[in-house]
């Protein structure tokens, strides 16, 4: 009571007393009446409440007028909590004519405290209507009533925030210290209630200065931090009213919440389940419980509390859309449809529903229920979130160019979600291939382009597009997308990959084969086909820089690769035959007649159609290497049958067709010996041939000559083989022919010519032959030296070691 009446006495200090009014009362008892008045004001001062009620009341019998006597004698009835004889006496000041604001803030504040708050309410804001400085009518801060405090039981936070910053306007400076850390804490919370954490935390800070320990404030600054994100430094003023939670519950919410963004995650949970030990039914503690179940794993238990929040408070569709996030987290799709669909029938208008409705319907591969639902609402209403999955559903249900327009849109309004960004790029990787489908390169190249202007360092969408140019044969701007995504990912497969095989269409056969050989490293980690697939480009790098071996190598490898993808196996089967083909007249200019023959018989291993110009080739190298191994029988009948089918010189070609066959029959004519033949047809064209081949028929001349020369020297036909052999240029001269050239000067009488050229030449068989001339010719000393030679070379046999022998007793060499 001492506290009520502190409060009134101090709204009667600063309350200006109302004109006196006068009606047809006689001037005596006005006189009396204020005299009465005056005396009770001096009574109240003095703190004698008794008389100055009684004064107060006699003024008003004395003139029923005086409005200041009704106002001091209703604050006077209200302080002493006589509510009901505060409103009896104020409804005399009405009838009497003598309302004032105060009046009917008093009875307004009485009523309220006998339950008709409405009513009361209803007055009081009529006396601020009229007098807005009435603090009192805004909050009475000793019974904890008013205006403010009947808008706050409504939840009208935003005229309970005004009333209670009226009071604090209008409030008796006396009463501050009483009253302020009171008030600043119900507008922090008012503001709280108003998403105003900010202004919540400065309200609460001033409250907390005035009063450093009040409870309520340090709840509300908590509060505010939490609200603010600042959950470290909330938590230490939630622990500080932790103690309080038993009364004040809705503590152990807060401090759950800052607890788990502080890292706490089991502790936080812990608290939750406090606060619904002592509320189990509130809906929103199972919310909360659930959010935080679902934030630490687990989801089961989320699920349980989200059905409970659910049975308590059927009406939040918010715990609908997170308890069906939380089926979909673990993929109980059709759970979280079954959930949804009867909450959208009941809720047609909220279109959050739809969100992860529409994407269990795409998780369960129906696309046509997700577009179908989505489709049938206003376009113009669509959140971001729903033209998204709009935008997916058409996509899967192949309405392309309606996913691009709508996903289009999506980015839009949020262009950095990355979602929607990696749905609308996969759009126009559709859109790409239905047009590349179609033969429009151009579109499709579009379309990849749009995809990559949304995401520059997709590397996906680099690799299509550069495989794109390269199948337009556009080397310049797949180099370039190439180079981009190397840049990127150095040691990205797909990029080397397609590099080697760029550089192979470009026909840059060395440097494709060193991008290859990296990719071939790197494809032994993947699948064999994709192995195969690199063996095959760099196989037929390798056929080009004519490298016939490591190419038919690797294409066997490729094949025995492949075997699991036929359509492959058959493609890589075509260029191992046509590899073969090439290495076995690689081969055969080598010499390899016998390794070229196996060749041309492995090819027949494969079911795969020659043309007619390769069953051609094949059978004219068939007859080449017959010819190699000397069986000109069966090269004889492959020969006949390549010319049965066309001219031979259809198997040149230009401009070798004009003296290729000429060139076949004199090297035939050469294998066989027939050397006479030979070097006529040789010389016959001679002419007619490119610089390079020209040197390699003098090289055939040249060997015929030898050949011949070699052959009648056998014969000893001497001078005829001298002709020829002379004939041998001194640089094509071998080892061979210098020796036979001895031989021929030696048996025509030429010794002088052959010794020289024995000595010239210094090989072991010369020696020996220049040992039996000084012994034919009576040089015996020369002859021994040259016979010892001889013998240490392992030639000359049993004679020439006894005739050295003899030499060594007779003459004493040495």
Known sequence: MKQHLLIVSALLVVMVMPQTLFAQTNSGAIQDAITQLKKGERALDAGNIEEAKQRFARATELDPTLAGAWSKLTSILYAEGAFKETVTTSEKAVKAGAVTPEVQMWMGLSLQMLGKVKEGTALLLKAVATNSTLAFAYFEPGRKIGIAKYYQRLGQWQKSLDAFQAFLKHRPSAIKKDTDYIVLFRIGEAQLKLNKPTLALDSCDKALKLKTQYPSALWCKAESLRLLD????????????????????????????????????????????????LRPTDPYGHTLLGDLLFATGRKTDSIRSFQRAIKLDPQDTKVYIKLAINFISIRQYAKAVELLEPAVKRWPKNHLLLVPLSFAYLKLKNSDKAYNAIAALDPGKLTPKLLTIYGNAAMENGKLDQARDILTKALKLRPDHRPTKDITIRTYFKLGYRDLVKGSFDQSAKSLKSALDLDP???NVIQNLSLLYLMKGDFKSASDL??????????????????????????????????????????????????????????????NTGDTEKAVDLMKEAQSNSLTIPKLARMIEANLVRGYLSRAATRLTAGKGKEALQDLKAMSDYEVPLTVSESRQRDFLKGMAYIELGNFGESGK???????????????????????????????????MRLGEARALFRRIVDKLPAGLKGQVYAFLVSC????????????????????LTKVPDGARTIGVKMNLALAYYKTGSTGKAVELWKNIGTAQANCNLGAHYHNSGDSQSSYLYLKKCAAAGLGGASVKRLISVKEKIFGYK
């Not at 800052?258 to 619904?276: C, D, E, N, T, W």
């Open 230 to 277: 600042r959950h470290t430094e909330a938590l230490p003023y939630f622990r500080r009213v932790s103690r309080y939670g038993g009364n004040k519950p809705r503590i152990f919410l807060g401090m759950a919440v800052s607890m788990f963004y502080s890292g706490s995650g089991l502790a936080s949970i812990a608290y939750v389940k406090r606060y619904l030990g």
């Open 457 to 459: 360092n997709n590397t």
């Open 482 to 543: 190439l180079e981009r995504g190397l840049k990127l990912q150095a040691n990205n497969y797909y990029f080397i990959r397609l590099k080697g095989r760029m550089l192979l269409e470009k026909k840059e056969y060395k440097a494709a084969i060193t991008w290859l050989e990296t990719a071939r490293e790197r494809a032994t980690k993947r699948s064999s086909d994709v192995l195969a697939r690199v063996q095959l480009d760099l196989s037929l790098a390798y056929l």
């Open 638 to 672: 492959y020969m006949n049958r390549v010319g049965k089918t066309a001219d031979m010189a259809t198997l040149f070609k230009a401009p070798y067709d004009k003296f290729g066959p000429t060139l076949l029959k004199a090297y035939i004519a050469y294998r066989q």
């Open 705 to 724: 000559d030898a050949v011949e020369g070699s052959n009648l020297l056998k014969r000893g036909k001497a001078k005829g083989a001298l002709a020829l």
